[in-house]
């Protein structure tokens, strides 16, 4: 009985829900596909980043220790006949990096809050897609 029920397109309804079954399928794994998409682009950007950051990391170090011993020994050489010269050149060097470096840390961890690894622009699609549906679920019902 069911069956014999024609849409206006000559569909009977046991068509008409097996293309909704079809489409719906097909909008899911879609979606799937776009997430899984977004996570993989962003992982290979931080695994190809990531070696990068260890080197320059391992390179700037040392380059921050031999700077250090620079000025530690030009404060040193400020202070002739002084027997403490190095011990208040290290004190002063250190007391600048603990301020400099506090500073940047505090920078740093506003900024990687900031930033989040949520797949915005797929949450932003469903969200649409949420929308959408809702829309066409009202219009049906009317």
């Not at 921050?64 to 050489?77: D, G, P």
């Not at 006949?81 to 400099?100: L, R």
């Not at 505090?106 to 929308?131: C, F, W, Y």
């Amino acid at each position: 009985m069911i069956n014999d029920v024609q849409t206006a397109d000559g569909k009977n309804i046991a068509d008409v829900l097996r293309d909704f079954k079809n489409e719906f399928s097909t909008f899911v794994a879609t979606r799937v596909q776009m997430l899984q998409e977004e996570l993989k682009i962003k992982a290979t950007a931080m695994k190809a980043a990531l070696p990068m950051l260890i080197v320059g990391f391992a390179f700037l170090g040392v380059a921050w220790l031999l700077l250090t011993a620079v000025i530690v020994t030009a404060i040193a050489a400020a202070l002739p006949n002084n027997p403490w010269a190095y011990t208040i050149s290290f004190a002063i060097v250190m007391a600048v990096y603990a301020i400099f470096g506090g500073l940047l840390v505090v920078m740093g961890k506003n900024a990687l809050s900031k930033q989040t690894l949520k797949p915005e622009k797929t949450i932003r699609v469903l969200q649409e897609d949420k929308i959408w549906l809702q829309t066409e679920a009202t219009r049906i019902q009317a």
